[in-house]
């Protein structure tokens, strides 16, 4: 993967990550304030409508003035808004935040506003709801005290317990608490709510429990952050894979047009682009098939070329026997058939070879072997062939150091034979084959005395059928396949084939280089 394509990818995912993060803390922020106004009015709502309905309720419980700023007020004195006027006229309780508490209020039965302000309305709700239960109750006999403390329970929405058992005393602290005050507030171990432990003024010991404190990590505002979270991560995932599928339909609309005949249509990459590397390896692909469909039609048109002249000559051959009788001369016309099969028999036999190449390449199986003795074989096969001619190898005790490499012998072979022909075909007496390996690379020069090639058609003879002036025609023998053969079995050896002119022997100078050893792939 491309460092930049990743550092892109990663930057990506960083700026989701906090733009999903930023989105559910404001959802957070925004949901737990709704839901802690509702709470604090839901629980503060059964102590204002017990104080709203309870008659001449600020003279009742005077002491909750001191204690809880207990007023009772015109609604045209109370500075709240025109919709918290509005709630409180329908009988609701109000809860406004302040900035020395929250203020609850609720409207009465004779239209005035009553409001307490509470510092922490948790505790102070609850330590209210005790006095209020503790004034009531201390006044009632104990045999009709339980019928007192359900009602109290229903209308205050708490729970009323008399202590009986010792085990559910709370700790010392607490009940030193209630022996000084009458009452204690403490939390309950086992499930974290306010509790109030009332003293009444006969010794009775009675527990008050509330409803639970608010809860802003509740499962449903968890659920509802994970769910929005989901959904941002599913839309963010579902714009880029849009992105990938119209990359992936540019790629295929290319694919189309191609196989309609199209063959230079091109997929546009960019560093934009996600699938860029698959853009680029398509495109090489679209070269590699525009140049091979160019080869076939270019080797169709020359095979046809190629093949026209042989077998017109074996034809009239065959025309020519019919009508002699002569032994010798049918000889002759026999012996020209066989010439003609033979050659044919080479020129498919070069075909097929530069087709496999060029196609595709054979299967590889590279190997240790020593080049400089598959360059003393040519040298000793060649020699024995063309002995008109002087072929010898140049090889140095440095390259003879260098000599083992990687490659397919016999291709390598069949590479530098081809060159050594070639240059015996066009010297006028002389052929030097060079080595010049080191640790890296291996390099072999076939060079000759002949006329050589011109600057300007060095790198047409590569080219397959290819055709020189009349130094290099169908007179010198050859079909225009061997360069573009030894040129292929380089490019699959990961080297190059090139042409220039021999300082040395003034002809040309045919030069073979490719690595001394294949690259190690990295392990998965």
Excluded at 152 to 157: P, R, V
Aim: glycine share 8%.
């Amino acid at each position: 993967m491309p460092f930049k394509f990743f550092l892109k990818l990663y930057a990506r995912l960083i700026g989701l990550t906090i733009l999903i993060i930023l989105f559910c803390v404001a959802l957070f922020v925004g949901v737990n304030s709704v839901r802690e106004q509702y709470w604090q009015e839901r629980y503060a709502g059964p102590l204002m409508q017990w104080i709203a309905s309870t008659p001449n309720a600020r003279q009742q419980y005077h002491w909750l003035s001191s204690t809880y700023d207990f007023q009772a007020l015109d609604p045209d004195d109370v500075a709240v808004s025109d919709v918290t006027l509005e709630r409180l006229a329908y009988g609701q309780v109000v809860a406004v935040d302040t900035s020395i508490g929250q203020q609850v209020m609720i409207r009465d039965d004779e239209g005035q506003v009553l409001r307490m302000r509470f510092r922490d309305l948790y505790s102070d709700v609850a330590e209210a709801l005790g006095l209020i239960a503790r004034w009531h109750l201390s006044g009632i006999p104990s045999e009709s005290r339980d019928q007192a403390m359900e009602q109290l329970s229903q209308s205050l929405d708490v729970t009323l317990s008399t202590i009986q058992e010792p085990d559910a005393v709370p700790d010392s602290d607490v009940l030193g608490r209630v022996s000084s005050r009458g009452l204690s507030l403490y939390q309950n171990a086992s499930n974290g709510r306010a509790n109030v432990l009332i003293r009444l003024e006969d010794g009775t010991l009675i527990d008050l429990a509330t409803s639970e404190p608010f809860d802003q990590w509740a499962w449903p505002v968890l659920g509802l952050l994970f769910l929005v979270g989901g959904s941002v991560l599913a839309l963010a995932l579902y714009v880029a894979m849009r992105e990938v599928d119209s990359n992936l339909r540019a790629v295929e609309s290319v694919a189309i047009r191609i196989a309609r005949g199209e063959m230079g249509a091109r997929v546009e990459t960019t560093d934009s682009r996600l699938v860029s590397r698959l853009a680029g390896a398509f495109n090489g692909m679209a070269e590699h098939i525009q140049r091979l469909v160019g080869v076939q039609r270019e080797m169709i048109h020359a095979v046809s070329h190629e093949l026209r002249t042989p077998v017109a000559r074996i034809r009239f051959g065959v025309q020519m026997i019919e009508g002699t009788s002569d032994p010798e001369a049918l000889q002759k016309q026999l012996d020209g058939i066989d010439g003609d099969i033979q050659e044919l028999d080479e020129l498919i036999d070069e075909i097929l070879t530069y087709a496999r190449l060029e196609q595709g390449g054979p299967v590889f199986a590279l190997q240790e072997c020593s080049v400089t003795d598959i360059v003393r074989q040519v040298v000793s096969e060649q020699q024995m062939i063309r002995t008109e001619h002087v072929i010898e190898a140049d090889i140095d005790e440095e390259s003879e150091h260098w000599a083992m490499s990687d490659l397919e012998p016999r291709y390598i072979h069949r590479a530098i034979q081809n060159l050594v022909g070639n240059g015996a075909r066009y010297a006028a007496n002389r052929v030097r084959v060079h080595c010049q390996l080191d640790e890296d690379n291996c390099r072999v020069d076939v060079e000759d005395d002949g006329p050589g090639v011109p600057e300007e058609d060095w790198e047409k003879v590569f080219t397959a059928f290819a055709r020189l002036d009349d130094s290099r025609t169908r007179t010198s023998g050859g079909y225009g396949l061997g360069l573009s053969i030894v040129r292929r079995i380089l490019y699959w050896h990961g080297g190059q084939a090139f042409v220039s002119r021999s300082e040395a022997l003034g002809g040309a100078k045919f030069s073979l280089v490719w690595p001394r050893k294949k690259p190690i792939e990295p392990s998965l």
